[in-house]
């Protein structure tokens, strides 16, 4: 199966700042099969960007994702208060589709 | 967007079995399906079936064939999941998802709120 490897664990930031998440796939993933979800406590996962690189519906634009292959990036511009939160990558392209283990973005 | 509510909590003994409810609502294409998700404490997504209601083609993870099963009610848009001989390490929050298909394979748009199942004796 392909294994989603997601780095950093945790990553500490202040509202503002840039993050920058990455998603590491065992084997060369299609772009078309790749989104990224942000999930809090207690809510469902929430659709960010789908296809590698395409915002879904309401999406603000400091969201962006990027990549190919084996390696994606979700990239959050400026941080507000409301987007700490865990982020998983997942790709259906291969079966069994898989999940990262999830990157939480904390405040500082 | 679909809009998917499921059923609600349920507390089960080990060797029980547990049919969770996902009732799909909102603009639905003919060719639709859902896929179901887990999360146990303190871990993250696992992905456990989906199934196509057109079709009735269904998929599962490996290590819960078996186990397992998926339906789907097209006349309520309402899928279904159930799970048998329920362990201590089934115990999770299970999610119905939905949304529509890129070149076969179903982009999960819309999520339900969640199922916690809770096996304990």
């Known amino acids: 199966e392909v294994v989603l490897t997601q780095s950093p664990g945790t990553l500490s930031l202040s509202p503002g700042d840039r993050a920058t998440l990455s998603c590491r796939a065992s084997?060369?993933?299609?772009?078309?099969?790749l989104v990224w979800y942000q999930h809090k406590p207690g809510q469902a996962p929430r659709l960010l960007i789908y296809s590698t690189s395409n915002r879904a519906a309401g999406i603000p634009d400091r969201f962006s994702g990027s990549g190919s292959g084996t390696d994606f990036t979700l990239t959050i511009s400026r941080l507000e208060p409301e987007d700490f939160a865990v982020y998983y990558c997942?790709?259906?392209?291969?079966?069994?589709?898989?999940f990262g283990q999830g990157t939480r973005l904390e405040i500082k | 967007q679909v809009q998917l509510v499921q059923s609600g909590a349920e507390l089960k003994k080990p060797g029980a079995s547990v049919k969770v409810s996902c009732k799909a609502s909102?603009?639905?294409?003919?060719?639709?399906?859902i896929t179901w998700v887990r999360q146990a404490p303190g871990q993250g997504l696992e992905w456990v079936a989906s199934?196509?209601?057109?079709?009735?083609?269904?998929s599962y993870v490996q290590n819960l064939q078996g186990r397992a099963s998926v339906t789907a009610d097209t006349s309520t848009h309402t899928g279904y999941m159930e799970l048998r001989s329920l362990r201590s390490d089934d115990t999770a929050v299970y999610y119905c998802?939905?949304?529509?298909?890129?070149?076969?394979?179903?982009?999960?748009?819309?999520w339900g709120q969640g199922t916690l199942v809770t096996v304990s004796s």
């Open positions: 084997q060369s993933v299609s772009s078309t099969y």
């Open positions: 199934i196509n209601f057109f079709s009735a083609k269904t």
């Open positions: 997942h790709q259906y392209d291969k079966s069994p589709q898989t």
């Open positions: 909102g603009y639905m294409s003919t060719n639709y399906g």
């Open positions: 998802a939905s949304g529509y298909y890129i070149f076969g394979k179903l982009l999960l748009e819309s």
